[in-house]
């Protein structure tokens, strides 16, 4: 049973546009979501969280949305550039941002020239 | 900065042998984990600590065990390694300011 899903394998914008990456979750219990980019032959790397008694976390190009009732968050990245090409991760943990997480399948991104 | 390392990042190992992937943390930080990379199936969780000599199964542990003698010291060993254990292993570890992952080491099992 999958309870992180990124339903979006791939994803592809223009350098400049915006990005929208969704992932949904089953387990109402969450408390805590990530986003995590990983390159090609290197680990995931931390971007972006938010805690659910929060809706809205940002940080300069990153935005993340959380939808509660919907169970649903998005990444938002503006402007997008080709340097942000790499999969992402959606993740969601039961007890903060140090337990362990349970990870979406992930959508890779292009972001053309 | 927390740094995460993995003793290889490339690996070939034949069917049956036995597999150490170690992994060592500088932070001191309580909590590891290990998880597996594969294509359109994400990062899936196979065991994790969160004190030494501790160790919970994640949700992949079939096939796998860990060790965890010492702190900054999280072990995952394949006691006999076969080809559908071939994947991305990625250490992670983690205390209050959330998750830091290693570069991974790729295994392939021939």
């Known amino acids: 049973d999958q309870q992180v899903k990124q339903n979006s394998p791939s994803l592809s914008v223009q350098e400049g546009r915006i990005s929208i990456l969704n992932c949904d979750y089953t387990?109402?219990?969450?408390?805590?979501f990530l986003w995590y980019k990983k390159y090609p032959a290197e680990g995931p790397t931390f971007l972006i969280s938010?805690?659910?008694?929060?809706d809205k976390n940002e940080d300069g190009r990153f935005t993340v949305f959380l939808n509660k009732s919907a169970k649903h968050l998005s990444l938002h990245i503006v402007p997008s550039q080709p340097g942000d090409s790499a999969v992402y991760f959606c993740?969601?943990?039961?007890?903060?941002?140090?337990?362990?997480?349970?990870f979406g399948k992930g959508t890779l991104l292009t972001v053309n020239p | 900065d927390v740094k995460v390392t993995q003793s290889s990042r490339y690996l070939v190992k034949r069917t049956g042998e036995k597999v150490f992937l170690e992994c060592v943390q500088d932070?001191?930080?309580?909590?590891m984990f290990w998880y597996r990379q594969d294509p359109g199936l994400g990062l899936r969780l196979i065991y994790f600590?969160?004190?030494?000599?501790?160790?919970e199964k994640g949700d992949i542990p079939e096939g796998y065990s860990v060790s965890r003698e010492k702190k900054e010291r999280f072990s995952l060993i394949l006691e006999s390694a076969s080809t559908n254990q071939t994947s991305m292993y990625l250490c992670?570890?983690?205390?209050?300011?959330?998750?830091?992952f290693g570069s991974g080491t790729r295994l392939t099992v021939v």
């Open positions: 992670a570890s983690s205390f209050m300011g959330g998750y830091t």
């Open positions: 387990n109402s219990m969450f408390d805590y």
């Open positions: 938010i805690s659910s008694i929060k």
């Open positions: 993740a969601a943990s039961l007890g903060g941002s140090n337990y362990k997480l349970t």
């Open positions: 932070m001191d930080h309580e909590n």
């Open positions: 600590s969160y004190d030494v000599k501790m160790k």
